[in-house]
């Protein structure tokens, strides 16, 4: 069974702009979370989607936004990067909400 | 808020010794899960522990839950090179859906 995907891998992007990150999740998953992991804060729960359905969103602003898609898919967009947006954005599907999380690589946004 | 503490937050060791790393919080999970990280990598599962008192074992880790499922405890016999990394733990709040509580992390490092 294919693990969590997530693209791309590795981005640079300029204050101001916005970035788009996708993520595939397991296969049958119908969950799927976004995580931010910085050295300071660690990982931090951004938001988590089932069935297309946002249940469940962390304490960032509102420049942070998701989606998911009938096919499980899930997309997560920033706008108006900042530089302290440059982090590991970590994707995790699962069966059910908060069960054992499977994780993706994680895309490097890098924000100069 | 609820939180997860984790200790220490880095470890440097040689190979051979053991070592314990502690994962504390005063609220109640009704489950509680562990992960090791590599560089440039997700999270992969270890363990999910849910009674209180539960003792798991895999290979040479063994995880402990606490009586009152506030606390967790990941104990290393004979580290080796391979375990290096970084090891997070992860609580499902009792009540709550859709969002682990993770820890800030325990960084390991097993020198030949």
């Known amino acids: 069974k294919a693990g969590v995907t997530q693209t791309p891998r590795y981005l640079i992007k300029t204050r101001g702009q916005q970035v788009t990150l996708s993520c595939s999740p397991i296969?049958?998953?119908?969950?799927v979370s976004w995580y931010q992991q910085t050295p300071g804060q660690g990982l931090q729960f951004l938001f988590e989607y089932f069935s297309e359905t946002q249940r469940n969103k962390g304490n960032f602003p509102g420049r942070f936004s998701g989606r998911q898609f009938s096919n499980s898919r899930s997309e997560m967009n920033v706008s108006t990067l900042e530089l302290g947006d440059s982090a590991l954005y970590l994707c995790?599907?699962?069966?059910?909400?908060?069960?054992?999380?499977?994780f993706g690589p994680g895309t490097r946004l890098t924000v100069t | 808020t609820q939180l997860l503490e984790q200790s220490p937050q880095f470890l440097s060791i040689q190979e051979g010794e053991n070592l314990t790393v502690y994962c504390n919080s005063s609220?109640?999970?009704?489950?509680l899960q562990w992960y090791r990280q590599e560089p440039g990598e997700g999270p992969v599962l270890l363990v999910t522990?849910?009674?209180?008192?539960e003792v798991k074992k895999l290979k040479r880790l063994t995880f402990q839950f606490g009586d009152a499922r506030k606390d967790s405890s990941l104990h290393i016999t004979a580290a080796q090179p391979g375990d290096t990394g970084l090891y997070l733990c992860?609580?499902?709040?009792?009540?709550?859906?859709?969002?682990?509580?993770f820890g800030q992390g325990t960084t390991l490092q097993v020198k030949p």
């Open positions: 992860a609580g499902a709040p009792l009540g709550n859906t859709g969002k682990l509580i």
């Open positions: 609220s109640v999970f009704s489950s």
């Open positions: 296969s049958g998953h119908r969950s």
């Open positions: 995790a599907s699962s069966l059910v909400s908060y069960h054992e999380q499977y």
């Open positions: 522990v849910v009674t209180g008192g």
